[in-house]
Nanobody, 124 residues
Framework: QVQLVESGGGSVESGGSLRLSCAAS????????MGWFRQVPGKEREGVAA???????RYVDFMKGRFTISRDNAKNTLYLQMNSLKPEDTAMYYC??????????????????WGQGTQVTVSS
């Protein structure tokens, strides 16, 4: 069983930056793909960025160049560096892990394990 705990969320002004972390514990393996997803009330959870076991990354188009995903397998930790934040980035951000093919990395339904989320609020 994999446990995921997110941290690093908070409130920032538009244009600011945050770095989210996701610490994995339990039965974790570097062969897992991991991803960041976000959700606002009343909407479906959507993919933000993901990285597979080989280190290949995928991003949704609207955040290319602003967000960077990375992972430290030695520390079992996933990161999301978020720059140039906008009010529309306000959401609960979730970390996920699973055995996911590259082309399915941004699909929430592809993942088996989820954290409880960390709130990101961006004010204008």
């Amino acid at each position: 069983q994999v446990q995921l705990v997110e941290s690093g969320g908070g409130s920032v002004e538009s244009g600011g930056s945050l770095r989210l972390s996701c610490a994995a514990s339990g039965y974790t393996r570097s062969t897992y793909s991991m991803g960041w997803f976000r959700q606002v009330p009343g909407k479906e959870r959507e993919g933000v960025a993901a990285i597979d076991s080989a280190g290949r990354t995928r991003y949704v188009d609207f955040m290319k160049g602003r967000f960077t995903i990375s992972r430290d397998n030695a520390k079992n930790t996933l990161y999301l560096q978020m720059n140039s934040l906008k009010p529309e980035d306000t959401a609960m951000y979730y970390c996920a892990a699973g055995r996911v093919d590259y082309w399915q990395l941004l699909r929430p339904g592809s993942y088996n394990y989820w954290g409880q989320g960390t709130q990101v609020t961006v004010s204008s």
